[in-house]
């Protein structure tokens, strides 16, 4: 498909989404917002992509939002009721906060390959991933703090429950500071860190083909229990995943990868 400030591709199964802005180190324009949530609808949408990569081109994966775009939001929302440019502030903020939630939504795994800088809203981007690699000159920073302003658009929300240490994750929204590749994955930001970019892209397609072999419906399954046990009892979640084999247990898939094991072969799915 056809975006200004994105490209996006698919191959074999696998959608790659590559943010290109890299003469603005990838800042996140209002243009790229969109961008991003129409990319991963039609990922959703799109029955032979069965996981995405999201990546940057350039020297860095983003630099975040871009400063312009929040210079000129105030002409945008105003009204002459003070009330009312607060609400049209609130829908803006609601409605960046759902951009970056279409990677959440999408059914598909979406896996971030993730180089060089990965600051402000670049880190409520991969918050909202399903797994974050990483290249050894990756550094990630909650940036906001320093421009004045409060984490909105998910890095708050979705942070402490990635890495399960609140301290840390306070000490990083406070301070601002960068967290270079190692110790983002010693906190579990990260899944795993590669040396050079190219063996982060190649490792990162070489996982992300292993998964597009898988039953597409069981990987769309395990990713809906998933997210939706993240933020519901234990109970709750057994209780869904029961009603949820209930309907879809029963599948062409599972007797395909059934026959494959018992005959040795590689099973093969209906998208």
Same mark, same amino acid.
């Given at each position: 498909?056809?975006?200004? +400030? ?6 074999? !199964? ?16 209002? *243009? ?27 020297? !860095?994966? *983003? ?21 009312? *440019? ?11 906060? #759902? +951009? ?9 795994? =979406?896996?971030?390959?993730? !180089? ?38 998910? *890095? ?38 590669? #040396? ?35 933020? !519901?009892? =234990? ?37």
């Amino acid at each position: 498909m056809q975006l200004e +400030t994105v490209t996006v591709s698919l191959d074999n !199964h696998v959608a790659v989404v590559r943010l290109n802005r890299p003469e603005k180190a990838n800042a996140m324009n209002a *243009t790229m917002w969109q961008d991003i949530r129409k990319a991963f609808t039609w990922i959703d949408e799109n029955v032979d992509a069965r996981v995405a990569i999201i990546e940057g081109e350039g020297k !860095h994966f *983003t630099s975040g939002i871009d400063l312009q775009m929040m210079m000129g939001l105030l002409p945008q929302i105003k009204n002459d009721c003070e009330a009312r *440019t607060r609400e049209n502030l609130r829908r803006v903020i609601l409605d960046m906060q #759902d +951009t970056l939630t279409s990677m959440e939504r999408c059914r598909k795994p =979406v896996l971030a390959a993730i !180089h060089g800088g990965c600051v402000g809203g670049g880190v409520d981007l991969i918050c909202c991933t399903d797994m974050r690699y990483a290249s050894a000159d990756a550094y990630f920073t909650i940036k906001e703090i320093d421009i004045g302003m409060t984490a909105d658009v998910g *890095t708050l929300q979705r942070l402490p429950k990635l890495i399960g240490n609140q301290g840390i994750v306070r000490e990083l929204a406070y301070t601002g500071r960068k967290v270079d590749a190692a110790e983002a994955l010693s906190l579990g930001l990260v899944n795993k860190v590669y #040396d050079l970019r190219e063996a982060l892209q190649a490792g990162v397609r070489e996982l992300a083909a292993q998964i597009a072999a898988k039953s597409p419906l069981s990987i769309r399954g395990t990713k809906e229990m998933l997210n939706y046990s993240r933020d !519901h009892s =234990v109970a709750d979640g057994l209780n869904y995943i029961a009603t949820w084999n209930a309907a879809m247990l029963m599948s062409n898939d599972l007797t395909a990868a059934m026959m494959a094991g018992m005959s040795k072969q590689t099973p093969t799915f209906k998208d």
